[in-house]
C-alpha cells in the first residue's frame, strides 16, 4: 500500500523567484492538505483539495496557490519567494468521506530553502 | 478559534524511564478529534493515534498509553520504559469532526533518550 509520496525531497530558491511541489495521496484517498513546518514550530494549515477544489484555505497570502488533478495528486506554488518562506513543506492525505478512516496521513516533505 | 498548547519544549530521559508529554487544547467545538504525531529526524510526522472527543476511554497500545480528560481539556501522552527509539518530537493535534477537519498542531515536544 503506497503512502504519500513528495517531490522534491530537496529545493534551494532565490528571493523572487517561484516553486512547485508536487505530492501524491496514499492510495484511496482522495483529499489532499498541504502544510508549511517552520524550523522548531508545529506545522502550519496552507489549504485542502477536493474534487479539484481549494475547499478550505488557512492564514497564509495568494502567493501560495495549489492545484488537484483527476487522479488526486496535487501541486502547492509559492510565487515571489522570501525567505520566510523556507521551511519544510508536508502534503497530508485523506479519505473525504472521513469515518473510521478519517486520519491524515503524511508524507516526507519538502524541504524549500530561499536564499 | 481552535488552539493546542504543548508546554514542555524538550524533554530528556535515559532509557528504560517512562516519560508522559502533555497537551492542552482549546476548541469551540462540542466534538472534535485528537491525534498525535510522531516525527523523527527524517521528517515525516507519523500518526499515532486518533481520538474522538465523546470517548473518553484511556487507551493503551504496546509501551504507549493516551489519557484524555474532557474536564482538564487535556490529551496526554506517555511512553512506557523509553527506548532510544523513541528519540523523536512530538506534536499533538486537534480538528473539527465535521466539515474541512484541517489539523491544528502544537509547537511540539521534542524527546531525547539517553542510553
Known amino acids: 500500500d503506497a503512502g504519500v509520496t513528495q517531490s522534491p525531497t530537496h529545493l534551494i530558491k532565490t528571493r523572487g523567484q517561484q516553486v512547485t511541489l508536487r505530492c501524491s495521496p496514499k492510495?484511496?484517498?482522495?483529499?489532499v492538505s498541504w502544510y508549511q513546518q517552520a524550523l522548531g514550530q508545529g506545522p502550519q494549515f496552507i489549504f485542502q483539495?477536493?474534487?479539484?477544489?481549494e475547499r478550505q484555505r488557512g492564514n497564509f497570502p495568494d502567493r501560495f496557490s495549489g492545484h488537484q488533478f483527476p487522479n488526486y495528486s496535487s501541486e502547492l506554488n509559492v510565487n515571489a519567494l522570501l525567505l520566510g518562506d523556507s521551511a519544510l513543506y508536508l502534503c497530508?492525505?485523506?479519505?473525504w468521506g472521513g469515518g473510521a478512516l478519517d486520519t491524515q496521513y503524511f508524507g516526507p516533505g519538502t524541504r524549500l530553502t530561499v536564499l | 478559534a481552535q488552539k493546542v498548547t504543548q508546554a514542555q519544549t524538550e524533554i530528556s530521559v535515559v532509557e528504560k524511564e517512562d516519560v508522559t508529554l502533555d497537551c492542552v487544547y482549546e476548541?469551540?467545538?462540542?466534538?472534535?478529534?485528537l491525534f498525535w504525531y510522531k516525527q523523527p529526524p527524517s521528517g515525516e510526522l507519523v500518526f499515532l493515534i486518533r481520538r474522538n472527543s465523546f470517548d473518553e476511554q484511556n487507551e493503551i497500545s504496546g509501551r504507549y498509553s493516551w489519557n484524555f480528560q474532557k474536564s482538564t481539556s487535556s490529551f496526554n501522552f506517555t511512553i512506557t520504559a523509553s527506548q532510544v527509539v523513541d528519540s523523536a518530537v512530538y506534536f499533538c493535534?486537534?480538528?473539527?469532526?465535521?466539515?474541512?477537519?484541517?489539523?491544528?498542531f502544537g509547537s511540539g515536544t521534542r524527546l531525547q533518550v539517553q542510553p
Open positions: 493535534a486537534l480538528s473539527e469532526v465535521e466539515g474541512r477537519r484541517a489539523l491544528t
Open positions: 483539495y477536493y474534487e479539484e477544489e
Open positions: 476548541t469551540r467545538d462540542t466534538t472534535y478529534y
Open positions: 497530508a492525505s485523506r479519505p
Open positions: 492510495s484511496g484517498h482522495d483529499t
